[in-house]
């Protein structure tokens, strides 16, 4: 009995390793990229000039270039993805399938038309942008998940009624961008199609205040959140409160999603492909939230990278998710298929 209980915390070893070595190369590959962001453009600075930049060294060439137009990028890129990888990969552990995330149910749709409705019927801008994001998000989370909770809430009825949410709200968007004058037309389509062109570091702060509370309450959250993978039943007899991690959950990942949405526009796939992502490279691990913020911020300034400088023509990083994420969706969508609807 005793060599049993002894070598049982030798099984945990394995996993646990390779826990820390995927969070661990993932966090490389985040500053690796933030540094080459910072470094390349149309033209390639040494590091000792980055740094010289970064730091306010007197008599730098490259500080307006690294400074005020590189480092915002990357510093939105960074705090966005994590926000949508963070958010997305919690609707799909809450509801137990990858299709469960802001950018198919209509989380993400409902923060843009609202972002559209401020920036265009309402003139505003900044943090009130973020605070009608985020209340119209909650609302209509509230209101799917009311819809769908017929004798307990399902997640193939609450995807669909997601989808037909989501494409009301579209509608929304396009008669708000119809009515709009040409200048403001033009600004909020831009927006829409999710980019971090002329971005600020003041218009960070927002998405980064967001990330450390709705952050830090799906990381207290972790989990029970683990635990309703279980189902409601084995979670309660287990001490997990359902309806109450739900609602923790969907207020974090909504807040997450939508104040990102404000910032950056709706980034297309993000939310969805991070989760994924991030299970093939964590299976059963325990630190799926984490890798999935992780895997949110590569695809982000990856796919701003790519879409600026890798590519014929300048695109934003909404094309490039977008069209990267659309043939995984309809790859998830053959699997489940073939699976006789398991995803």
Do not use: H, K
């Not at 980055?50 to 270039?65: D, E, H, K, Q, R």
């Not at 510093?75 to 609707?91: E, K, N, R, T």
């Not at 017929?150 to 929304?172: E, F, K, Q």
């Amino acid at each position: 009995m005793s060599d049993v209980t002894a070598s049982a915390p030798r099984r945990f070893r394995p996993a646990a390793t390779r826990r820390i070595q995927v969070l661990g190369a993932l966090s490389a590959l985040v500053l690796a990229l933030m540094l080459l962001t910072l470094s390349c453009g149309r033209g390639c600075l040494p590091p000792g000039d980055v740094w010289a930049a970064l730091t306010g060294a007197p008599g730098t060439n490259a500080s307006f270039v690294v400074a005020d137009l590189r480092l915002p990028r990357a510093v939105m890129g960074l705090l966005a993805g994590a926000s949508f990888g963070l958010g997305g990969v919690a609707f799909q552990i809450m509801l137990r399938n990858p299709l469960a995330s802001p950018d198919i149910i209509g989380i993400s749709a409902s923060a843009g038309a609202a972002a559209v409705f401020a920036i265009v019927i309402l003139a505003l801008d900044g943090w009130l942008v973020s605070l009608v994001a985020v209340v119209a998000g909650l609302g209509v989370a509230a209101m799917i998940w009311a819809l769908s909770s017929r004798r307990g809430a399902a997640g193939a009825r609450l995807i669909l009624i997601g989808i037909g949410v989501s494409a009301m709200l579209d509608s929304v968007t396009a008669y708000v961008l119809l009515e709009a004058p040409a200048w403001d037309r033009a600004e909020a389509m831009r927006w829409l199609t999710g980019s971090l062109n002329g971005m600020q570091l003041v218009q960070a702060l927002p998405v980064a205040g967001a990330l450390l509370v709705f952050g830090g309450l799906l990381a207290l959250t972790a989990r029970d959140l683990e635990v309703l993978r279980l189902g409601d039943d084995t979670a309660e007899a287990l001490g997990v409160r359902a309806d109450a991690t739900r609602l923790r959950v969907t207020l974090a990942a909504v807040g997450l999603v939508a104040i990102a949405t404000a910032a950056t526009g709706p980034i297309a796939f993000v939310a969805f492909l991070s989760g994924p992502i991030a299970a093939r490279l964590l299976p059963g691990s325990t630190g799926l939230l984490l890798g999935a913020g992780l895997v949110g911020a590569l695809l982000v300034i990856a796919g701003d990278f790519a879409g600026q400088f890798l590519l014929p023509a300048r695109l934003p990083v909404g094309v490039v998710t977008g069209a990267v994420g659309a043939p995984f969706l309809l790859y998830l969508i053959v699997r489940a298929n073939r699976n006789g609807g398991t995803l």
